[in-house]
């Protein structure tokens, strides 16, 4: 590794270098992350067929595994249309924005002790603050389609993902309090520690358990955030299809990619804040990346099981969970948690 | 009291939790779905396919062109023309079954006296035309040569009840 490093350093000069380094590290997480999400979208027709005792997608290949492919051969080959009296422009930039910050947040996510794009210490801010310019993407798509259900649809969702944004920023506090720091790693790192960290079930110790209401509020809020079944009021198929009601084509399966790199993005944040990381559940066994994959892979099958199970709130309904539930236990918890850590019981020491 | 434990319990997402164990015990269950051109449901020996003219064992036409059939047809889906055969017999010069009309409510087998037009169980005739798609009165005649004896099975298994 060294040896390539000072081959390259060689070769390019130092800043030519490291640009090309970042790229290639760059493609190394996008190109795994877009396999992820083509295969995420069989797997969840899958398991939701199973649980509606179907078979779900077998046709093409066996056990259907090559669906993704053609699902997304099909949509490349389709039209794009552009409504007329649409804004062109801004039509064909919000799907780009809502990609882009899904992809652009990996930039912090530690994989394992170190394996880091950008090791930032404002990680945690950097996360909160890029995931919400997704919104964007929505309400623009949803304004510039010259339709009126998309405008709905994008209304709905933005007034949707600032409250639960609200409620997640919170419960985000709350991990912050408890870790002191705002690095990702460091995050992971002192979840690792403390009284059952110690006696070998790690897996206790981490913060899901003494912050176990705030890790029920952050749960619910990234199925919201995702605007994921039952909080899928951006869509609301059976009412107004939502604000990517003109989108067609590459534009649509756009918003389609985004919508699952941010389900698998939620819940690599979920698993490095709230369930230990790359960390093992038992001291016995060693740490490592598999850890992390697991973790994701446990919270990702919950979204498609929720998905599966409950049909969609009504929209006063969520306003009602963001603002009367979720944000009152969030601040009163974080109250709970400021005088826990100051009391001798403390178990973040 | 109560209030409490009904705050504990909602935030402990207990009934949701009750929901998501229905759909997990689910998931393993049996799957139902018949997958289609390798398997095929059981069909019942009154199944409503696509139609077929019969014969005698001799060769000759059950249909004697009394028009019950098309007059019975709630959907118009049958058109006969009608001359004298080379013997003096009424005979049809022309039986087409428009199968884009055709409800297969069977009504024509039910009118028919001699049991000429009947409904088989083959229903895998799907076409790319509108033309392919009128049955006339060859391709019903082939196939009741096809289908005779099923046909005969299913409609002797019928006669108690008729
Ligand atoms: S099955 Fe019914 S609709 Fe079809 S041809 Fe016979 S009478 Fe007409
Ligand atoms: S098929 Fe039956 S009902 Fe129809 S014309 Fe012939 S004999 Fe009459």
């Known amino acids: ?349 | 009291m109560s209030s409490m434990k009904e705050i504990f319990g909602s935030f402990l997402l207990r009934e949701l939790f009750g929901g998501l164990a229905v759909t997990g015990r689910y998931l393993f269950a049996p799957k139902t779905t018949v997958r289609y051109p390798e398997e095929k449901i059981p069909q019942s020996p009154r199944f409503r396919g696509l139609h077929a003219l019969r014969r005698y064992p001799d060769g000759e036409e059950r249909c004697v062109a009394c028009k019950l059939c098309e007059a019975a047809c709630p959907s118009m889906a049958i058109t006969i023309e009608i001359a004298p055969d080379e013997n003096g017999k009424r005979c049809t010069t022309r039986y087409d079954i428009d199968m884009m009309k055709c409800i297969f409510c069977g009504f024509c087998a039910e009118a028919c006296p001699a049991d000429a037009i009947v409904e088989t169980r083959f229903y895998e005739y799907s076409a790319e035309s509108r033309d392919a798609l009128v049955w006339t009165k060859d391709m019903l005649l082939e196939n009741g040569e096809r289908c005779e004896e099923q046909i005969a099975e299913d409609l002797g298994r019928d006669m108690k009840y008729r």
């Open chain 1, 1 to 349: 590794m060294d040896m390539l490093r000072q081959f390259g350093q060689d070769m390019l000069g130092p800043a030519v270098f490291m640009v090309a380094a970042t790229l290639a590290k760059i493609v190394c997480i996008t190109l795994p992350l877009m396999l992820c999400v083509a295969y995420l979208t069989l797997l969840e027709r899958k398991i939701i067929g199973w649980m509606q005792t179907r078979l779900g997608p077998n046709r093409v290949g066996p056990f259907g595994l090559f669906q993704p492919l053609a699902d997304g051969l099909k949509l490349l080959l389709k039209e794009i249309v552009i409504p007329s009296g649409a804004d062109k422009w801004v039509f064909l930039a919000a799907p780009v924005f809502s990609i882009a910050p899904a992809l652009a947040a990996w930039a912090v996510v530690p994989f394992d002790d170190g394996v880091v794009l950008a090791d930032i210490n404002a990680g945690l801010l950097y996360l909160m603050a890029i995931t919400s310019v997704g919104v964007y993407g929505v309400v623009l798509a949803g304004w510039s389609s010259n339709s009126r259900y998309a405008f709905l649809g994008g209304m709905r969702s933005a007034a949707q993902l600032i409250s639960y944004e609200i409620a997640m920023g919170l419960s985000l506090v709350v991990v912050l309090m408890v870790s002191n720091s705002l690095n990702l790693g460091d995050i992971v790192n002192a979840q690792g520690k403390g009284l059952f960290a110690g006696m070998g079930v790690s897996f206790l110790s981490w913060n899901w358990l003494p912050l176990f209401p705030v890790f029920v509020v952050y749960m619910v809020s990234i199925v919201a955030e995702t605007n994921r079944a039952p909080f899928d009021m951006a869509e609301g198929e059976s009412e107004i299809i939502g604000f990517h009601l003109e989108y067609s084509g590459l534009a649509f399966s756009l918003f389609y990619v985004a919508e699952y790199a941010s389900m698998i993005l939620c819940s690599a944040i979920a698993s490095i804040l709230f369930l230990g990381g790359w960390l093992s559940p038992l001291g016995c066994f060693p740490d490592g990346f598999h850890w992390l994959a697991a973790k994701i892979f446990i919270v990702l099958v919950s979204f498609l099981w929720i998905r599966a199970t409950f049909p969609r709130y009504r929209y006063d309904q969520v306003m009602r969970l963001g603002w009367k539930v979720f944000i009152p236990v969030c601040i009163a918890w974080m109250g709970v948690v400021g005088i826990w850590m100051m009391s001798p019981w403390s178990v973040w020491k």
